[in-house]
């Protein structure tokens, strides 16, 4: 599950955009991806049921962009959540 995903959709940001989110599996975590118009910026591996995550993001940013991230589960579940912001 992926909750509390800042900044909200829709909303106007500058450099450098603060990326937050919460991050739960009741199986365990195996691995977090963020996504920035469709190209991987940051994956790593976290093992853990929670994890609070923050990554401050000092890509260009278009008119929109999108903001992704996914989650996968020690079993392989996926989750994610997607965001469109605007500069």
């Known amino acids: 599950i992926i ?3 800042s900044p909200r959709n829709g ?6 955009v ?3 989110a919460d991050i739960k599996s009741t199986k365990g975590l195996n691995k977090i991806e963020v996504y920035f118009n469709r190209r991987l910026v ?7 049921n929670y ?6 993001l000092s ?18 579940n996926k989750a994610s959540a997607s965001i469109i912001v605007f500069h």
């Open 18 to 20: 603060a990326i937050k």
């Open 59 to 76: 890509e260009n940013l278009q008119s929109q962009n999108l903001i992704e991230i996914k989650a996968e589960d020690k079993l392989g």
């Open 3 to 5: 909750e509390n995903l």
């Open 11 to 16: 909303e106007f940001v500058n450099l450098p």
């Open 42 to 48: 940051t994956g790593f591996n976290y093992y853990g």
């Open 51 to 56: 994890y609070n995550y923050q990554y401050y």
